[in-house]
Nanobody, 119 residues
Framework: QVQLVESGGGLVQPGGSLRLSCAAS????????MGWYRQAPGKQRELVAT???????NYADSVKGRFTISRDNAKNTAYLQMNSLKPEDTAVYYC?????????????WGQGTQVTVSA
């Protein structure tokens, strides 16, 4: 079982920046694809960004050019740098860790951190 703890959320004005962190309790952090997802009120959870064990990244179109996902395997931590924030970025942001071992998938979620973009 892997525990994921997010931090860094909060209230920010439009155009501002926040950096989310996700600390993982696993010694094989580097084996996991890490991701950030978000869920706004009344909406389904959606992909924001992912980063593989080979550091390949993928972004939702809505955040390309504004958000950057990264990881530090030495610290067992993934990050999401969010710049030029918009009110529509307001949501609970969830960290995800995923890997496949042979035919078994391992999928873990954090508890979420609230991001509110408002003047």
């Amino acid at each position: 079982q892997v525990q994921l703890v997010e931090s860094g959320g909060g209230l920010v004005q439009p155009g501002g920046s926040l950096r989310l962190s996700c600390a993982a309790s696993t010694s094989i952090f580097s084996h996991y694809r890490m991701g950030w997802y978000r869920q706004a009120p009344g909406k389904q959870r959606e992909l924001v960004a992912t980063i593989t064990s080979a550091d390949t990244t993928n972004y939702a179109d809505s955040v390309k050019g504004r958000f950057t996902i990264s990881r530090d395997n030495a610290k067992n931590t993934a990050y999401l740098q969010m710049n030029s924030l918009k009110p529509e970025d307001t949501a609970v942001y969830y960290c995800n860790a995923y890997r496949v071992l042979v035919t078994t998938g391992f999928n873990y979620w954090g508890q979420g951190t609230q991001v509110t973009v408002s003047a």
